[in-house]
């Protein structure tokens, strides 16, 4: 075992604070990676201050964060697929048994016995395990991502969760050139599905109940740019949408995006409200329209979507801070103040 720089909260009314955590000397199949830059998801602020009690209860002292990119510095005997000195990433999964039909079907994330990143029980050290506002991190190579080499690190930390997390239901509902999309909420995630969905050639509208982001939205890719709040607005869209992904951090009426998809359309989730949404029964058996969730993406589709990246040369969005600026981020997340995400440079944690 030996010790590494974080930052963590010790209660859901804290904030982030410099300390100390442990992390475990590399096994067999281990690598050791030294943390370049992390990315601020909104499930780190929804953990660290608790808001899914009810659904995975945070343990303190919390360590958020991953979205990592870093060098890796160490590995074990049996590594064959990284050495000292190469690009690593990790995202939301740091294990999970390897044996299950979810496994065995490349679908990680939905395993029984999942380990997350962060808040989630460690079979190595006592406690739960730390995620990536550290300067290192170690974890099975089977978790372990590649970079690809063309593009920049601090814009690719945050395809680790918001790049996943919209490329893997786009690709699951055969998204496809010429479609109409629309993305809701221009956040970390809503940004990456607007940058997916024009890459993948869809007529991309994005919904946003912020207008200062309508002038950035165009240049990422959107097509047209709604101001949700605007009911004529709205309006225009009923019934025309072939896929809508819905990637809200807060409670919204879900029934007015539900109403613009045209017959046989998908409304996918991925925002996580702690709150439940309320869904109007017409809205859904009127036109035969679907309304599903999605968690992440499985680890050989998080490697697909990187060389997508990789090929397309598509990285986030980022703003790039010190760790010490972490709770003023977090509270400009709370305003929805961020062009669109914030990614962490870790180099900030040698001062502490
Ligand atoms: P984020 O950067 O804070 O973006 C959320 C966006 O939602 C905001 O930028 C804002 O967009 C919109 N929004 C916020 N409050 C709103 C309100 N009251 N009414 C309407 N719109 C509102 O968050 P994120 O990191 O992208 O994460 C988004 C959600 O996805 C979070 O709940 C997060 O926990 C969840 N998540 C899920 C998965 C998964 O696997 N399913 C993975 C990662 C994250 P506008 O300013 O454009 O309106
Ligand atoms: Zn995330």
């Given at each position: 075992m030996f010790k590494a720089k974080a930052y963590s909260a010790t209660s859901a009314t804290s904030p982030l604070a410099s300390t100390t955590i442990p992390r475990r000397e590399v096994t067999e199949h281990d690598v050791q990676i030294e943390i370049l830059f992390c990315g601020i998801c909104r499930s780190d602020l929804h953990t660290v201050r608790n808001e899914w009690s009810e659904f995975m209860p945070t343990v303190y002292p919390c360590v958020p964060g991953h979205e990592i990119v870093g060098r890796v510095s160490k590995v074990g005997?049996?590594?064959?697929r990284f050495k000292p000195g190469d690009t690593a990433a990790v995202g939301?999964?740091?294990?999970?048994?390897?044996?299950?039909p979810e496994c065995q079907a490349?679908?990680?994330?939905?395993?029984?016995?999942l380990i997350l990143t962060f808040n989630s029980p460690d079979k190595h050290l006592e406690g739960v395990t730390y995620g990536g506002y550290s300067e290192s991190v170690v974890v099975d190579e089977h978790f372990v991502l590649r970079v690809p080499a063309n593009l920049n690190l601090a814009g690719t930390a945050p395809l680790l969760c918001a790049g996943i997390t919209t490329y893997s239901p786009m690709r699951r509902w055969c998204v496809s050139k010429g479609e109409k999309v629309g993305v809701v909420g221009l956040g970390g995630l809503g940004h990456m599905a607007v940058k997916f969905a024009h890459t993948l050639g869809t007529h991309v509208v994005a919904f946003t109940?912020?207008?200062?982001k309508k002038e950035a939205a165009l240049r990422l890719g959107a097509d047209e740019v709604v101001l949700s709040r605007h009911a004529d607005e709205m309006r225009k869209?009923?019934?025309?949408?072939d896929f809508i992904l819905d990637a809200v951090s807060a409670d919204h009426d879900i029934n007015a995006y539900i109403?613009?998809?045209?017959?046989d359309g998908n409304l996918t989730l991925v925002g996580a409200p702690a709150k439940p949404l309320a869904v109007a029964a017409f809205g859904l058996i009127m036109r035969r329209r679907s309304f599903s969730g999605s968690n992440i993406g499985g680890i050989a589709e998080t490697q697909e979507m990187l060389d997508f990246c990789g090929t397309h040369n598509i990285t986030a969005d980022v703003e790039v801070i010190p760790i010490q600026k972490v709770n003023e981020a977090y509270e400009r997340l709370l305003m929805s103040d961020v062009k669109y995400r914030f990614s962490i440079d870790m180099a900030s944690l040698k001062s502490e």
């Open positions: 005997a049996a590594v064959t939301c999964m740091v294990d999970s048994d390897r044996t299950c490349g679908l990680e994330q939905f395993c029984p016995n109940t912020s207008p200062a869209h009923a019934g025309s949408f109403n613009l998809l045209r017959r």
